[in-house]
């Protein structure tokens, strides 16, 4: 199976291409020039014009699977509202046009968690109301009913919550934003974890269970034409920083104390909160929520060594 990932110079579709590599040749795609340092030959780095249509039908021939992942984040849409919006339409119907003339079987689109009302207080699954209130959750809503209502037969939309995991050691992108990543650096370089929302609720996905799923979507067809909230465990903000901390407790290596420090009475979580999906969990392990964490701890142990 060829599959092609737009967006292949992201945190997310960067981990994608290299561990889905393993079991099917990947196109990864960019609109920028990606330099590979290692040589992989069952992976293509392409760079990709989204906004053509041209571009993206010579780039699809031959291509089993898309995973459509392009898309301007949180920060960038509330900076440039209406220009988010009409990128994440062009780039989705070039997709669609680009998927139904070179008759691509399968269409996977990431969408978020964060198009939800009330993520933060209520039990929520695929039926839950949908929030319009900011420019990312419209993008994310746009482009779902572009896809849903397209003539694509095969499609698969995942609403995933707080991905997190396998983390490189680099100083900017995406993943130097990403809340757990930065939490643990901070463990690790100051020894404090400054929490300034402690009791905000989020939802938060280990990447090997993100890769764990695509994959299933990938080679099945019970999922086509389907919705799925894909998360894993929720937790207040304070909570996680507890969580990271006791981890490092137990490294050998890591002996300093690390203190969590925060100006906010600390609540205990909503047990009725929840991310849940109607479709039967794919696959799910408790285990590797802890494992994610102990990898991004172990990479920052050694670096600081």
């Known amino acids: 199976m060829k599959i092609f990932i737009t967006g292949g110079s992201g945190y997310i579709g960067n981990i994608l291409t290299k561990k889905l590599s393993s079991e099917f040749s990947i196109i990864s795609a960019s609109q920028k020039k990606i330099f590979s340092q290692k040589k992989n030959k069952k992976i293509v780095y392409k760079k990709v014009n989204y906004k053509s249509l041209k571009s993206l039908k010579e780039s699809l021939e031959g291509v089993n699977a898309v995973i459509h992942l392009v898309g301007m984040n949180k920060t960038d849409c509330e900076k440039n509202k209406i220009k988010s919006l009409v990128f994440k339409e062009k780039v989705t119907s070039n997709i669609l046009k680009a998927c139904e003339h070179n008759n691509v079987k399968k269409l996977i689109y ?104 695509i994959k299933t979507i990938l080679i099945s067809k019970k999922f086509d034409k389907k919705i799925i909230n894909l998360g894993s465990k929720s937790l207040t903000l304070y909570d996680l920083a507890l969580k990271i901390k006791s981890r490092l407790k137990i490294k050998k290596k890591y002996k300093k104390k690390v203190k969590i420090l925060t100006n906010k009475k600390i609540k205990k979580l909503n047990s009725n909160h929840a991310f849940k999906s109607l479709t039967k969990k794919i696959v799910y392990s408790p285990k590797l929520f802890n494992i994610e964490i102990d990898n991004i701890l172990n990479l920052l142990i050694k670096k600081s060594f």
């Open 110 to 213: 990431l969408s978020s968690s964060q198009i939800y009302k009330n993520f933060q207080t209520n039990s929520i699954n695929e039926k839950s109301k949908i929030d319009n209130g900011n420019f990312y959750s419209k993008g994310h809503i746009l482009a779902e009913k572009k896809i849903a209502k397209g003539a694509l037969n095969y499609y698969t939309i995942i609403r995933a919550s707080n991905i997190f995991g396998y983390l490189e050691l680099k100083k900017t992108g995406e993943q130097k934003k990403n809340l757990v990543h930065m939490l643990c650096e901070e463990a690790i370089t100051k020894n404090t974890i400054r929490v300034h929302n402690p009791n905000l609720v989020k939802n938060f996905l280990p990447i090997s269970i993100f890769i764990n799923n």
